[in-house]
């Protein structure tokens, strides 16, 4: 029997629904929560400048598995009550298939405390800490992409020591990140049958090292291991070295090398040492660099490399690795099975979960910046 024209037309609405419904149905969320603003905001914009580099470029070869991706950014500031509430929205609203590149090991802990991954039973893929709370209880929700706080530190310390500097003191956050890199400083540093001469502290959110600066030179140190976020850690470098210039000053890899030489200033940041969880973004040595400074010039040209985005690129290739791997939809309980059984040569860049092992990574390398804030190995 031949259609008649109102049926044809009901029937081709129909086809239509479902092949919007298909479209729908194969885009898959990717949720950040990034400090955009506040005291970690450029921190954080090169976090999501990572992963949106490489979604978008797994996007322009037409995606994986017929699948396309979403980049659902939200701004937590840095405040952890923003982190609780908008990884929720991440869960619950848009549906977010795993999470991706957070920031600040008090926040990300109690995403844990709250129950927060649990009761989504998500993963969250390369946070941008290396806290051990995070790590040590086990949790089977964060898939770690960088080498712990107590890897970073262990590394400055050995470096120091067998320089024939004993004398060092620890400047760190007063929070759970900074309290983290404080206990891996003393943990190596007992290694040597050796404690921090001095500590000094500064408030989360804020910029007052003034008692840092104090509290830390009456241990008259001869190197100093810093435990904190960019601009508190450039007002420390300027104070401290204008004060006492010879000192051997130490950052961990949350800083951005570049960032701090301006901040700081050239003569002040000048030699500054910064241990890198990463291989060089810069040198185009390995394929994965290669990779990333091909997908920066495609889509962000303009935007300067770092050793920042490139972690997050590294992690959004990792968790796209999983997808490809993953059978059928791409639920968050299919992505974990496929992320707890990967292990991915990247080209340069190994990483390797299991069951019961979260931990990727343990790569260190240490850098001094040179002039102009670059990166000498």
């Given at each position: 029997?031949?259609?008649?024209?109102?049926?044809?037309?009901t029937?081709l609405?129909?086809?239509?629904?479902?092949?919007v419904?298909?479209?729908?149905?194969?885009?898959?969320v990717?949720?950040q929560?990034?400090?955009l603003?506040g005291s970690l905001?450029?921190?954080?914009?090169?976090m999501a400048?990572?992963?949106?580099?490489?979604?978008?470029?797994?996007n322009?070869?037409?995606?994986i598995?017929?699948?396309?991706f979403?980049?659902a950014l939200?701004?937590d500031?840095?405040?952890t009550a923003?982190?609780?509430?908008?990884?929720r929205?991440?869960?619950?609203k848009?549906?977010?298939a795993?999470?991706?590149?957070y920031?600040?090991t008090?926040n990300?802990?109690?995403?844990l405390?709250?129950?927060v991954?649990a009761e989504?039973?998500?993963?969250l893929?390369?946070p941008?800490?290396g806290?051990?709370?995070l790590r040590d209880?086990?949790n089977?929700w964060?898939?770690h992409?960088?080498a712990s706080y107590?890897?970073e530190?262990?590394?400055?310390?050995t470096?120091?020591?067998?320089?024939?500097?004993?004398r060092?003191?620890?400047?760190?956050?007063d929070?759970?990140?900074?309290q983290?890199g404080?206990?891996g400083?003393?943990?190596?540093?007992?290694?040597?049958?050796?404690?921090?001469v001095?500590?000094?502290?500064y408030?989360k959110?804020s910029?007052?090292?003034?008692g840092?600066?104090?509290d830390i030179a009456?241990g008259?140190?001869?190197a100093v291991i810093?435990?904190?976020v960019?601009?508190?850690t450039a007002?420390?470098?300027k104070?401290?070295?204008?004060?006492?210039p010879g000192?051997?000053?130490?950052?961990?890899?949350v800083?951005?090398g570049?960032?701090?030489?301006?901040?700081a200033?050239?003569d002040?940041?000048r030699?500054?040492?910064?241990?890198?969880?990463?291989?060089?973004?810069?040198?185009?040595?390995t394929r994965?660099?290669?990779?990333?400074?091909d997908?920066?010039?495609?889509?962000?040209?303009?935007e300067?490399?770092?050793y920042t985005s490139?972690?997050?690129?590294?992690?959004?290739?990792?968790l796209?690795?999983?997808i490809r791997?993953?059978?059928g939809?791409p639920?968050?309980?299919?992505?974990?099975q496929?992320?707890?059984?990967?292990e991915?040569?990247l080209?340069?860049?190994a990483?390797?979960f299991?069951?019961?092992d979260?931990?990727?990574?343990r790569?260190?390398?240490?850098t001094?910046l040179?002039?102009?804030?670059t990166h000498?190995r």
């Amino acid at each position: 029997m031949a259609m008649t024209l109102p049926r044809l037309v009901t029937a081709l609405l129909a086809a239509l629904s479902l092949l919007v419904g298909s479209a729908r149905a194969d885009t898959v969320v990717i949720g950040q929560c990034a400090p955009l603003s506040g005291s970690l905001a450029s921190t954080g914009k090169a976090m999501a400048l990572g992963v949106r580099l490489a979604l978008d470029a797994a996007n322009a070869a037409g995606g994986i598995n017929g699948h396309r991706f979403r980049h659902a950014l939200k701004d937590d500031g840095y405040q952890t009550a923003e982190t609780l509430r908008l990884t929720r929205e991440l869960i619950q609203k848009d549906k977010a298939a795993a999470l991706i590149g957070y920031a600040g090991t008090g926040n990300i802990l109690e995403l844990l405390r709250q129950g927060v991954l649990a009761e989504g039973n998500i993963a969250l893929v390369a946070p941008y800490t290396g806290g051990e709370p995070l790590r040590d209880p086990y949790n089977p929700w964060i898939f770690h992409i960088r080498a712990s706080y107590g890897d970073e530190t262990a590394a400055m310390v050995t470096q120091l020591v067998n320089t024939g500097l004993q004398r060092i003191a620890v400047f760190h956050q007063d929070d759970p990140f900074g309290q983290a890199g404080l206990a891996g400083v003393e943990k190596a540093l007992a290694r040597h049958r050796l404690k921090p001469v001095s500590t000094g502290r500064y408030a989360k959110n804020s910029e007052d090292v003034s008692g840092a600066v104090a509290d830390i030179a009456r241990g008259d140190p001869q190197a100093v291991i810093m435990i904190g976020v960019v601009r508190p850690t450039a007002a420390f470098v300027k104070a401290y070295r204008s004060a006492h210039p010879g000192t051997q000053l130490f950052s961990i890899s949350v800083i951005n090398g570049r960032e701090l030489h301006e901040l700081a200033g050239g003569d002040h940041a000048r030699g500054v040492g910064i241990t890198q969880v990463m291989p060089s973004p810069f040198s185009g040595v390995t394929r994965i660099a290669r990779d990333y400074n091909d997908a920066l010039q495609r889509f962000a040209p303009g935007e300067e490399p770092s050793y920042t985005s490139f972690e997050e690129y590294v992690g959004a290739r990792v968790l796209l690795e999983a997808i490809r791997r993953t059978r059928g939809s791409p639920t968050p309980a299919m992505v974990m099975q496929s992320l707890e059984k990967l292990e991915v040569d990247l080209g340069g860049f190994a990483v390797r979960f299991a069951p019961g092992d979260r931990l990727g990574s343990r790569h260190v390398e240490v850098t001094l910046l040179g002039r102009g804030g670059t990166h000498l190995r």
